[in-house]
């Protein structure tokens, strides 16, 4: 083997290609092999190809700091990660049943509460969740469902098991990132690409196309669909565009549409207004109408929610869905699927404390230095504390926080996440990993479920966070079919 | 098609045109420096005039040298006509609309923008501002070629090509202005027999000298480039073709009403003008009442669809 995997070690921790004895798994043999006969001078070629192809195919995303906004190189790592197909269909299967679960619950929240009556889900957790929509109650969305499009983080623990880490039901992003994650692979190792079965990605926008029209209250004409985007100073900006460019649907703003006397939305186009049917919409909640949310919103059109509600535009996700997007409703997740679905979770939660329970409280806050504290509602890493890595002052900044509010936090074991070969300096080190699979809900229990996902990497050693916004990169991920034994061709 | 989004395809392809005129322009007087005989003073503030930004050179660049003037159209990003600002103005209008045009468009004018982000700062010599500036038009007519051949005539592609005419329309009506008057001071003095090359080189920062020859087919005068640059029917750089155009596509956009109108009236202002007598002072003033023509369809357009 050559430098790139010379000396690759991750004691201590899965790795997504080596095994415990420095041998590549199945599903990276190919990878392994390949990759294993470049100089260094080939690697960084390939690496610089990389580089300069997500330059000059534009894809960034914006970051927020006090300079204003940055519009920034997307960052990806060229070593691709693999899991094989066989594994990735029983992770298939826990994915599916989970938001096949979540929509069951939203559904029931806005209707009966038969969850609570029948005591499985604590009311007074309903009552403190800021993302319960008391507006949305009694509305009957089409085909019952809430989460239509759900983004899953997945790890892996040191035994190499896969646990779901949160569900983002409100506005998950990165499905972009994934295809074009795979375009650009593509560019620089075309010759991978030939001669192993790795499954495609790119249907993504097709089969969220069909879920969309799939929704529109007229289905006698063809629907019109617009994505509603708050705008370009959006971090995912980037991929508003690209997924209304795939899907052939309208990009527009709030300022765009607007909800005439008919109950109805219209877009202001140069042939006047057109009806609007079915609105993917990446803005959140709380701006997307000020006649019912914030009144302070300019990103969202007056008179949506009237619209809506009226059934004559579907929304997507629908709106309040984000009340199951809470990491305490995320404990009772193993319930909620026992609950509607009558199974065991094929998929595991990670052990949580809740706070709001007096002994699991004393017991988080008895080992803030070896724990996770995660706020309830907020994403993209932002406000939580990891123990290990904090100093006495932010440990104890929390453990105010915490009983203050008791009911905004939970709290996980730090996790030895998974490890995937990274390239640093021309050489292959040891990354922590995560990954993030699209879950598209159709009604009658369907659910598309992408090849694989977005796999976010810590590009710092040792480092945990993952977000792009803080410093973490991208792999390509690639779901590899499994040697099925002999060279049948 | 959302009336934004119109807007923001219109000025893209406005912006677009303006870069690649603009390197054409810088290009073709580099060229001209070089046939001219050496002790020949050029005035560079005439690129400036020719943009229309005199007070804001003044007020920012302490001379007229080579190397300010350079700057100025090219890198300077506080100039909004500069190339690199037509450049990022083009792709941040394109940002928003990036789904309704081939995605090669979108890589290409974002590569262009990079290059000239990098690269708009080494023009001070001659040799690699030529390359830079045939890099700019380069990519410009590549990003056209893409627009023909990959995107449906539909109201995206009204919208980019509408803006694409307006601007080659004006700009082309600039460059004739800076040139006709006064770049060789006096038509009597030794210079004269540069005045040839002077409309030779008018010719070829619009890629026209070639058609010219073949359609005109008389000897290069000031006259007759003129006529031909303004009212040919069939070269697509001149005001009049470039019209016709503006005019297609917007007869297949709804209602046009009053812009159709505004392009009737600037044919007629071309139609009734004896072409071959303007010269000087009076073919300055012509240009100018062209190019107020030329801001009225924009104000029409604007008023009409970009209301929102």
Known sequence: MNQLWQDYRSPGFFDEVFDDSGQPRPAANALVRYLGEFSTQEIDSRRMAADLSIKSMGITFTVYSDAGMIDRAWPFDVLPRTIGRREWDRVREGLQQRVTALNLFIADLYGKQQIIKDGVFPREVLAQSVNFRPECVGVRPPGDIWAHICGSDLVRDGAGDFYVLEDNLRVPSGVSYMVENRLVSKRVFPELFAQSDILPVDDYASELLDSLNALSPRQDVTPNVALLTPGVFNSAFFEHVWLAGQMGAELVQGSDLYVDSDDCVYSRTIFGPQRVDVIYRRVDDAFIDPEVFRADSVLGTPGLMRAWRAGNVAIANAPGAGVADDKVVYAFVPQIIRYYLDQDAKLPNVPSWLCMEDTQRDHVLANLDSLVVKPANESGGYGMLIGPRATPGERDQFAQLIRRNPRNYIAQPTLALSTAPTLIENTARPRHVDLRPFIVSRPHNDAFVTMGGLTRVALREGSLVVNSSQGGGSKDTWIVEDDLGGNEG | ?308
């Open chain 2, 1 to 308: 098609m959302l009336s934004r989004l119109a807007q923001n395809l219109f000025w893209t392809g406005r912006y677009l045109e303006r870069a690649e005129s603009t390197a054409r322009l810088i290009n073709a007087t580099t060229l001209l420096l070089l046939d001219m005989p050496r002790q020949t003073e050029f005035d560079w503030r005439a690129l400036v005039e020719i943009v229309g930004a005199d007070d804001a050179f003044a007020q920012r660049y302490p001379d007229d040298s080579e190397a300010s003037v350079m700057r100025f159209l090219v890198a300077d990003r506080m100039h909004p006509s500069s190339i690199a600002s037509a450049l990022a103005m083009a792709r941040e209008n394109l940002r928003s609309a990036r789904d309704l045009v081939p995605r090669e468009v979108w890589e290409e004018i974002n590569g262009l923008h990079l290059f000239i982000a990098d690269e708009g700062q080494h023009i001070e010599r001659r040799l690699a501002r030529s390359r830079v500036m045939e890099r700019v038009v380069h990519s410009a007519r590549q990003i056209a070629g893409m627009i023909e051949s990959g995107m449906s005539r539909d109201a995206a592609y009204d919208m980019l090509t509408l803006g694409l005419s307006l601007e080659r329309a004006d700009m082309t009506t600039r460059i004739i202005d800076v040139r006709s008057s006064d770049l060789l001071v006096d038509e009597n003095s030794d210079l004269r027999p540069y005045q040839t090359v002077q409309w030779i080189s008018v010719l070829k920062s619009l890629s026209a000298f070639q058609m010219y020859r073949r359609h005109v087919r008389v000897r290069v005068t000031g006259p007759g480039v003129v006529r031909f640059l303004l009212a040919d029917t069939a070269f697509p750089r001149s005001v009049r073709f470039c019209l016709q155009r503006a005019s297609q596509r917007l007869s297949r956009l709804p209602a046009p009403g009053r812009c159709s109108a505004s392009i009737d009236a600037a044919m007629h202002v071309l139609g009734d003008a004896d072409l071959s007598t303007l010269k000087g002072h009076r073919l300055s003033e012509f240009l100018d009442r062209i190019q107020i023509e030329l801001n009225g369809i924009n104000n029409a357009i604007q008023d009409r669809y970009f209301q929102h």
